[in-house]
């Protein structure tokens, strides 16, 4: 009887593990997921501005000392390897569920039974125990096992979101760098404006005396000075912003910031994309949701794994005794050895609603990551084509400086000699002061718009 109990247990266990491997054997498949065209254009060479590391990125040694500052102070990035550390002890303990539990005891009873129960045998005793117990839940149905892949997974996207914190911050940091230097120049430009416009005044004023100009010229030249030297205080407001802005990315209180020029800035010439599938190993946020959706797999097998008996082995054995005297005795071994089954029968829809959740959320992080994944192809699109824009309008930009510096002397000489008017001189000056301005945010985006891709592909952090 006892024999064909075990069989009819053991044909049970098998039968339900095959049901199992049939329902939820299915993992994560990255074959799944297409790259295809994500940049907009077809991309054949694999060799990527991501795996290029950032010191050799950027050519300016202060900004370099500014980005490393930023990664060894930063507090948001501080938080998120916490973050990592916390993930990680996590899945440390994931990792012991699968061994059994051991737990040590030790007591003491004390027994009065009434004279009706036992009216003559003992009716009072003590007991005293020590003893080791063990609990081992075999894990047939895979359900522990998936825990912890569930588990590894969330550590290594929460790895991944600190990798994204930093590619971030090495981009906030350069950007508010850049941002920096060209404030600086769109200041210089402007102080030097000013100073050329004061000297126009004075010109004008001679000329007047001369009957060559009316006052109205004066007092027109004085307002284009003025016009000039009233956008001083908000770009030397803005200068401050961004010092105590980039102050905070670095873990500093606001304070100035030791800084190059921007014409010393060198653009890096090969920008190179490689193939889209690369963004799945190089982005740090498109790593993070990857990882989210190997977590949920595993989850809903988990769920479906409670559907089945559990099994479980308990163990004790140690000393005990009626009398503190005969506890340590031979003859006060103890030991017991249990096995169980329990399956669920009627537990409230508990694993019905487990499983049904574990579905939801694994369509939802896959959703998720498919979005993440056409964004950052987006991004890498668009900062290409920000880049090459750039490009375009600083060549073009050069030309246009050169024809309205031409203008200026021009206009200039002919007030002198009375073919011009002031207007036509004030005209030529404020069109070369926006040339300038513009030429400085050519610049600026050209800059800005490299270290943008850089972090689009997910550089910064290898």
């Not at 069989?7 to 049970?12: D, S």
């Not at 990664?71 to 303990?93: G, H, P, W």
């Not at 569930?150 to 906030?172: E, F, H, M």
Request: glycine content about 6%; charged content about 20%; aromatic content about 8%.
């Amino acid at each position: 009887m006892k024999t064909n109990s075990l069989k009819n247990m053991a044909f049970a266990l098998l039968a339900s593990a095959t049901l199992l491997s049939c329902s939820s054997s299915r993992h994560y498949e990255r074959s799944s997921i297409n790259t295809e065209g994500l940049y907009g254009t077809t991309q054949t060479d694999s060799t990527n501005l991501a795996n290029e590391a950032w010191e050799s990125l950027f050519n300016d040694p202060v900004l370099k000392s500014l980005i490393a500052e930023g990664l060894s102070n930063n507090l948001s990035l501080q938080a998120a390897i916490e973050r990592v550390k916390a993930s990680e002890a996590y899945f440390k303990q994931s990792r012991q569920s699968m061994l059994p539990g051991i737990s040590a005891q030790a007591g003491h009873t004390y027994v009065r039974n009434s004279e009706s129960t036992y009216p003559s045998g003992p009716r009072e005793y003590n007991a005293a125990q020590i003893a080791l117990q063990a609990s081992w839940e075999i894990d047939f149905w895979g359900k522990l096992n998936s825990a912890k892949k569930a588990a590894y997974a969330d550590y290594l996207g929460t790895d991944a979101a600190r990798k994204a914190v930093q590619t971030s911050l090495i981009a906030n940091i350069a950007t508010a760098y850049y941002n920096l230097l060209a404030l600086d120049q769109q200041l210089v430009i402007t102080q030097e404006t000013v100073k050329t416009n004061a000297e126009l005044v004075e010109t004008m004023k001679v000329l007047k005396d001369h009957g060559s100009v009316t006052g109205a010229a004066v007092v027109q030249s004085e307002a284009a000075r003025y016009a000039a030297e009233v956008t001083i205080p908000d770009l030397e407001q803005q200068i401050e912003a961004t010092e105590n802005s980039l102050c905070i990315l670095l873990g500093r209180t606001p304070g100035t910031i030791t800084r190059g020029k921007l014409e010393d800035q060198q653009v890096q010439s090969q920008l190179t994309v490689g193939v889209p599938s690369q963004l799945l190993d190089n982005r740090p946020d498109v790593m993070q949701a990857e990882y989210a959706v190997i977590s949920a797999y595993e989850t809903t097998n988990s769920a479906k794994a409670y559907f089945f008996p559990s099994v479980t082995l308990t163990a004790s054995s140690g000393l005990e005794a009626l009398e503190y005297s005969d506890l340590f005795d031979a003859g006060s071994l103890m030991a017991n050895v249990v096995g169980g089954l329990t399956s669920p029968l009627f537990n409230k829809r508990a694993n019905r609603t487990r499983l049904e959740v574990a579905k939801a959320q694994q369509a939802v992080a896959l959703a998720d990551f498919k979005n993440t994944l056409l964004t950052a192809g987006q991004e890498v699109s668009d900062a290409l084509g920000t880049y090459q824009a750039a490009e375009r309008k600083i060549d073009l930009r050069k030309k246009q400086l050169n024809a309205l510096e031409k203008s200026v002397d021009y206009t200039k000489e002919l007030l002198t000699y009375g073919s011009a008017t002031y207007t036509e001189v004030l005209n030529a000056q404020q069109s070369y002061l926006g040339a300038q301005l513009n030429n400085v945010s050519d610049h600026l985006q050209q800059l800005t718009a490299v270290v943008t891709l850089y972090r689009a592909l997910g550089g910064g952090w290898q």
